[in-house]
């Protein structure tokens, strides 16, 4: 396997003295192949950081958020995991289909803990695992390059209160998000859902921003 390591990251190595820790883990810990205790951990997570790459090569991060189990290792190199309903942006989404490198991190903070995955992503329209989340407007499919378990000393303890309510659930119908019901933006939604908006009430930014400082957005 390749060096994950640059000439940059050999002068800071050499410049603090850990070109030899470097090495061990870039030889003996940094692995291209997910194994069955990582796989048990992602496949039990239910969010995940997601970074990608624009045309210019600036790097983005967004954060995931699904029911547990949202990541689907398929097996040893292949990963998916599904989209949902969104802002419109794609921002993440395009980036994928223009440059394809992605990297995920996946943390437990109740138990601190933390993998990272490197690889290459592909937009998928249409796929059979679909059927097995619910509302899913796409899938993503992650050949991985490379995979690692970090130290978690810096992790931060926290427990989780409750799951978002815009997690979809079968046969439940999943609230519009919050800002689609603002009354500035029903002028630019899709027919469906200002009919959607209107149904569940539409709100002002005043009203928006006093149920976003209340923790219900």
């Known amino acids: ?15 603090f003295g850990t070109t030899k820790l470097a090495d061990m883990l ?15 951990f992602i496949e039990g997570r239910d969010m995940f950081f997601l970074s990608t790459v624009d045309p210019e090569g600036n790097p983005t991060v967004s954060y ?26 794609f921002y993440s989404m395009g980036n994928i289909v ?18 990272r995955v490197q690889g290459t992503a592909e937009f998928l329209r249409d796929h059979p695992l679909m059927a097995e989340y619910t509302e899913a407007k796409y899938l993503v499919r992650v050949t991985v390059t490379k ?32 800002w689609k019901r603002l009354d500035m933006v029903q002028d630019v939604l899709p027919g469906h859902e200002v009919a959607r ?8 930014l005043e009203d928006y921003e006093a149920k976003v400082a209340r923790g219900d957005g």
């Open 1 to 15: 396997m390749a060096s994950i390591y640059a000439d940059e990251h050999r002068a800071l190595q050499q410049e």
């Open 26 to 40: 870039d030889q003996n810990w940094i692995h291209e192949t997910i194994t069955d205790e990582e796989k048990a």
């Open 64 to 89: 995931k958020g699904g029911p547990t189990g949202v990541v689907k290792v398929i097996d040893a190199q292949t990963l998916v995991f599904p989209g949902y309903d969104g802002n419109g942006m």
């Open 98 to 115: 223009g440059q394809a490198r992605v990297g995920l991190l996946f943390i437990d903070f109740e138990t601190p803990h933390r993998v």
């Open 147 to 178: 995979v690692w378990v970090n130290c978690p000393r810096y992790i931060h303890r926290y427990r989780k209160l409750d799951q978002s309510k815009y997690v979809p659930r079968a046969a439940c119908e999943t609230p519009l998000a919050l």
């Open 197 to 204: 908006a209107e149904k569940e009430g539409v709100i002002t």
